[in-house]
Nanobody
Framework: QVQLVESGGGLVQAGGSLRLSCAASGSIFRFNAMGWYRQAPGKQRELVATITWLRTIKYADSVKGRFTISRDNAKDTVYLQMNSLKPEDTAVYYC??????????WGQGTQVTVSS
């Protein structure tokens, strides 16, 4: 069964922190690079961070130095620690494999709202 369950979002003031979690089914997670993506209202989905199976990591310039991606390969879970949050970080956050295919399944995402 394909599964992606994101959690940990919420409402936070600018400068605050949140930790997102994504529980994935093994068919998506195992041996694949995983990514966190986000989509703000009226905007296209954008890539935030990626982590390979062996934990090579890359970040979008907009979050570098503030966000930290990690994964627990024993739990099929990927995390996103978000610090120094800004209002422009407001979006629905999703995880999925990286790169994803057009027909890939997506979870419901988790809403992150940063107030100024």
């Amino acid at each position: 069964q394909v599964q992606l369950v994101e959690s940990g979002g919420g409402l936070v003031q600018a400068g605050g922190s949140l930790r997102l979690s994504c529980a994935a089914s093994g068919s998506i997670f195992r041996f694949n690079a995983m990514g966190w993506y986000r989509q703000a209202p009226g905007k296209q989905r954008e890539l935030v961070a990626t982590i390979t199976w062996l934990r090579t990591i890359k970040y979008a310039d907009s979050v570098k130095g503030r966000f930290t991606i990690s994964r627990d390969n024993a739990k099929d879970t990927v995390y996103l620690q978000m610090n120094s949050l800004k209002p422009e970080d407001t979006a629905v956050y999703y995880c999925n494999r990286y790169p994803y295919s057009p027909n890939d399944y997506w979870g419901q995402g988790t809403q992150v709202t940063v107030s100024s």
